[in-house]
């Protein structure tokens, strides 16, 4: 059964750093990854999905790499804003198992 | 097309009572997910759907939980005799189910058991 592990648990940075948050799964055998970002008391709101034919995805500041061999992926976020702060998660198919999350907070 | 939709989106309800929620995938999202997610950790799987064939349940789905797709487009979630320890964010996502497709949430909805 597929488990996820996303490490740090909590990160705290001032504003402009970048960053980067990760991701491991012990089965390699996936097809994507996908990033969220989750707001306090919302729902989660999609950021990337990385296939596994993909080395990496970005999207804005935001930038998303998978290794499958290893099974890794990492979220880079450059230039952090404190409208970053949220709690950040991945999730791998087929059953969308999820991590526990990185609580990010951006100070001003 | 709105969005994953779920209602209520809060609920308060009384120990031993029965509550239900639902959920509307985006249409043509055939795979339909159930979450729950209490303060600090991430979402638990709970269940998923393809159409309306339930393709898994995750063992913390106990005999009270039950969930149903039944023309493969909205979800119930039903929860009966509650307990305090049902209190979580329950959260519903869809898909287009196929592989290289991303999933979208609904807000959730918050159920309090008192």
């Known amino acids: 059964k597929q488990e996820v592990t996303q490490i740090p648990a909590a990160l705290s940075v001032p504003e402009g750093e970048n960053l980067v948050l990760n991701c491991s799964f012990t089965d390699s055998a996936i097809y994507n990854l996908q990033w969220f970002r989750q707001d306090p008391g919302k729902g989660l709101t999609s950021l990337l999905l990385?296939?596994?034919?993909?080395r990496e995805q970005t999207s804005g500041r935001l930038n998303a790499s998978l290794d499958k061999s290893s099974g890794r992926s990492t979220l880079y976020i450059a230039a952090s804003q404190p409208g970053d702060s949220a709690t950040y998660l991945c999730a791998v198919p087929d059953d969308m198992r999820f991590g526990a999350g990185t609580r990010l907070t951006v100070k001003p | 097309d709105t969005g994953v939709s779920q209602n209520p989106r809060h609920k308060i309800t009384k120990r031993g009572q029965n509550v239900t929620f639902r959920c509307d995938p985006i249409?043509?999202?055939?795979?339909l997910y159930w979450y729950r997610q209490t303060l600090g950790q991430g979402p638990e799987f709970l269940t998923y759907f393809q159409n309306e064939a339930q393709l898994e349940k995750s063992r913390l789905l106990s005999d009270r939980f039950s969930a149903e797709r039944p023309k493969g487009s909205f979800s119930t979630l039903e929860i009966q005799r509650t307990e305090q320890g049902d209190s979580a964010m329950y959260l519903c996502?869809?898909?287009?189910?196929?592989?290289?497709?991303?999933?979208?949430f609904g807000q959730g909805t918050r159920l309090t058991v008192v």
């Open positions: 996502a869809s898909s287009k189910g196929t592989a290289n497709t991303e999933a979208f």
């Open positions: 990385i296939q596994s034919s993909q």
């Open positions: 249409s043509e999202h055939n795979r």
